[in-house]
């Protein structure tokens, strides 16, 4: 099978990725997206972006993620719906290989994203959407007036729960342990926001109908076990990058992000990472396409070097 040789591989569909593609194509540069799934990424798994600009009554994830995708194609970007298998990314020429074929590349962008860590209930993946929720920024509003359940104790779990205290009628955080871990800076915002703990404590299964409507916990300490009705449960666990591709050719941080910093340059040359997967303090749709615009600067001044 022939090799394709492209001036921009780029290793993801999701925002980050296609607004590489598009600036790198409107650039002038030859630029394949490799996408697995479908364009658009996280977003396009939940029915409603609120907080994209330029949407002033909001957007279907999967809709914005076409409109990205054609966007870039408009510039000649191009997809080619494939998993990527392996990469060679140390030399000039960066190898890609895929389910359907290989790629050469001249510069590679980074954008295979992250995934929520899930609580690993049985019922969890079949319930996401229908109660089960991920990102209090993005799906707080659909549960405004309700009562929602946050599982987890660090700074995630603080500042959803802070954040959907302000939207719902009841904000109940369940922690495994008897503190938060979550910075100081959150803890007597908590204390006044009328958010209640549920100390020691772990989740262990989901009430559900066709939604949900409650959560089963158990003390961790004395094992007994007690039901807590609720509308929503929001998993503020963690969440982990998708970097095993390249994690032993790129420099990651401690919990698997790639190291790179605001200019996406990872420690090496042609090589960017944008988006969800690399280090950063807030992982958004507008995040990830910002990652993306600055990535394509760096890539041109990159390959205009090596010329
Ligand atoms: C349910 C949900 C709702 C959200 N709602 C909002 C919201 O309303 N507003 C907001 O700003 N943010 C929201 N987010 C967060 C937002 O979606 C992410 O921050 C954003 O999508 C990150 O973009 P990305 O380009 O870094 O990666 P991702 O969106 O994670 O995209 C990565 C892409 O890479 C592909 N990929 C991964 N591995 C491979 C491989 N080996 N080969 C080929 N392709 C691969 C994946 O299929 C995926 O399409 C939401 C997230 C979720 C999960």
New binding site residues.
Partial sequence: MSVKKVDVAV???????YTAALYCARAGFSVTV?????????????G?????PGFDEGVD?FELGERMQRGAERFGAETLF????GVELAGDTKRIL?TDGELEARAVVL??????RELGLPEEREL??RGV???A???GMLYKDKTVVVAGGGNSAAADALHLAKLCKKVILVHRRDTLRASQVYLAPLRESGVEFVWNSRITGILHGAQVTGVRVEDVKTGAEREIPCDGLFVAVGRVP?TA?FADQVKLEEHGYVDADETTRTDLPGVFA????RSKPL??????AS??AVAAHFIEEYLLQQA
Avoid: F, W
């Fill in positions: 290793l993801g569909g999701g925002p980050g990725g490799i996408e697995k799934m479908a364009p658009g990424g996280q977003m396009a798994t939940t409603r972006v609120d907080n994209y994830g494939a998993d990527v298998t895929t954008s295979t994203g992250a995934s929520p996401r959407g929720a991920y990102c920024t993005c799906d998708d591709l944008v988006g969800d997967l992982r958004q749709i507008v995040t990830a990652d993306g």
